[in-house]
């Protein structure tokens, strides 16, 4: 089995200057690896550009019909190819793919009203594994074959979010470790980034308003990643591809004392 790692790539942070290219040099000691990137930012801004509504909740992209033609040309065009520039840059030998290729996701809608939106169902890990075994990085953005009756063949793909996707990803290649990067050094309470929470503490923590929007999402996340197979999960900045116990380390149940 690969001892593969799974990094996530924050949307938000792939436009300020120098930090992608920043984040490729680190990644370039990660390998085997797959990288699942957002593009949040990017999506809102041409979103308001064409005069349509942008609305998000717990994180979460509310999605019509228009907003995913957007997620579409935006994921799966500039922002792919941007991520996987900036690795080849670094020396990683990156390939770009979005979900609907290959058949890599399998998708169902996903519930909350969220328009749409889709929730990854499988993923075609041996499309996954024969690219890393030919030495390639899969560069992958969050979209997801519809099916006819929900838009598909002729109608976009489902928009996915991405810390879901690469929890999704993580999941079903049992990977080493999911890294979730952005800009913050971890989950913080009360102002001070926390070495580790367990997933019991996460809906908590949501609840009390401590961890929110985009941070819910990527607990939850995490907590699904590691239900479903991963074997580690860290949020955090940079400095988790350096030091590995830096970041916020996720984990699926506290010790009982002795």
């Given amino acids: 089995m690969l001892s593969t790692k799974v990094a996530k790539l924050g949307g938000n942070d792939l436009d300020r200057e120098g930090w992608l290219e920043e984040c490729a040099r680190a990644l370039k000691w990660v390998e085997p690896l797959v990288v699942v990137h ?41 922002i792919n190819r941007q991520v996987v520039a900036a690795l080849r840059a670094a020396g990683l030998d990156a390939v770009g793919l979005a979900g609907v290729d290959g058949g890599l996701f399998t998708a ?7 328009g749409h939106v889709g929730e990854i169902t499988a993923v075609r890990t ?20 519809a099916l006819v009756e929900e838009g598909g063949a002729q109608g976009v793909p ?20 999911l890294l979730f ?5 971890g989950v913080a309470v009360g102002g001070v980034a926390q070495p580790e929470i367990a997933v019991t503490e ?3 923590l949501i609840a009390s308003g401590v961890a929110r929007d985009g941070m819910a999402a990527k607990l939850r996340s995490a907590a699904a990643a590691l239900r ?6 860290r949020i955090g900045d ?15 149940a506290v010790a009982e004392p002795a």
Avoid: C, H, W, Y
Avoid at 181 to 185: E, G, K
């Fill in 126 to 145: 041996a499309l996954l594994e024969s690219l890393l075994l030919a030495g390639l990085t899969p560069v992958l953005a969050p979209l997801a074959p």
């Fill in 108 to 114: 169902r809608r996903a519930p909350g009203d969220l």
């Fill in 158 to 177: 489902f928009n996915v979010n991405a810390d879901q996707a690469a929890a999704a990803v993580a999941a079903a290649l049992r990977a080493a470790e």
């Fill in 38 to 78: 957002g593009g949040g930012r990017a999506i809102t801004a041409l979103s308001e550009r064409l005069r349509l509504p942008v609305e998000k909740r717990d994180g979460l992209r509310v999605t019509t019909p228009e907003i995913a033609a957007v997620v579409e040309m935006v994921l799966a065009g500039p």
């Fill in 238 to 252: 940079l400095t988790m591809l350096e030091r590995p116990a830096a970041g916020t380390r996720i984990i699926a």
């Fill in 228 to 233: 479903g197979g991963a074997r580690a999960v």
């Fill in 202 to 204: 996460i809906e908590g």
């Fill in 181 to 185: 990067i952005s800009d913050v050094p």
